[in-house]
């Protein structure tokens, strides 16, 4: 799907992120940029994916994506290694701190739209200067089903994500004109090493098995079990790829029905 392609991922981490560098190196991408702020996570990404995926050469640019001067840096040393960038999947994020709205300190809402809205944004304008050099590209923008199906406490990051819904929509509109794609993808609960941690520090907190606490979620997902991340990370490469050319401005939920439109 993405043969010959040149993919920046952001937010390379456990679980979602990892699984989009695995996703677009399975795909074909000629190469994979890997962007996370934590320098030793990206070489050990860097490291797997040589192993399972020779063809496909690799980058690692230690980035944190709130900082605009690290954004650019990643796009120029991704130019200076490949010479275009066809594809941006934004999955950096940060969920913030959660409390009730009205117990919240409204300045620790400050990082989720620093992080979430700004640096996504950061990082998406200073791709579209070389997508539009070279006819097109693709912008995947991963989202949340919370932001669709609030959860108490989590005000901070939901919000942040509306903004970036929001500002999806306009950036399609703006640069639809220059064949450069925009379109984003909502998971729900992904199984993969976040959530399997939050589980099992939940069970034990709580005095119950992971079993029953996997259980009350999945009743709620006509699916009946946690979508995988690896699962959502092929939604993301269907919106990078060729066979979405004609799609922009869309949002897919990949929740296992948990919550539709």
Request: proline share 5%; with cysteine; glycine share 12%.
């Amino acid at each position: 799907m993405l043969t010959n392609k040149v993919v920046i991922v952001s937010g390379i981490g456990p679980g979602l992120g990892q699984e989009l560098a695995h996703a677009a190196a399975r795909e074909g991408a000629a190469g994979v940029v890997l962007a996370a702020r934590t320098a030793q996570y990206l070489e050990e990404v860097e490291r797997e994916l040589r192993k399972r995926w020779p063809g496909c050469a690799t980058l690692a640019v230690p980035t944190d994506i709130s900082v605009r001067e690290q954004c650019q840096r990643l796009v120029d040393t991704t130019l200076e290694r490949f010479g275009r960038i066809d594809a941006l999947i934004n999955s950096a994020y940060t969920a913030g701190t959660f409390a009730a709205f009205e117990d919240a300190d409204l300045e620790d809402w400050r990082l989720p739209f620093e992080v979430n809205v700004l640096g996504t944004l950061s990082l998406t304008q200073a791709t579209v200067g070389p997508m539009r050099a070279a006819g097109g590209g693709a912008i995947v923008l991963v989202n949340t089903m919370v932001q669709r199906k609030p959860l108490r406490g989590q005000g901070a990051y939901a919000t942040s994500k509306g903004a970036l819904t929001a500002a999806a929509r306009q950036l399609a509109v703006e640069l639809g004109p220059h064949g450069i794609r925009v379109n984003s993808i909502y998971p729900g609960w992904m199984w993969g090493p976040p959530v399997e941690g939050y589980l099992s520090g939940a069970a034990e907190q709580q005095g119950v098995s992971r079993e029953a606490l996997i259980e009350g979620i999945t009743q709620h997902i006509p699916l009946r079990r946690i979508p995988d991340d690896g699962d959502c990370a092929n939604a993301a490469i269907f919106f990078a790829s060729e066979y979405s050319r004609v799609i922009t401005g869309a949002s897919l939920d990949v929740n296992g029905g948990e919550w539709m439109p």
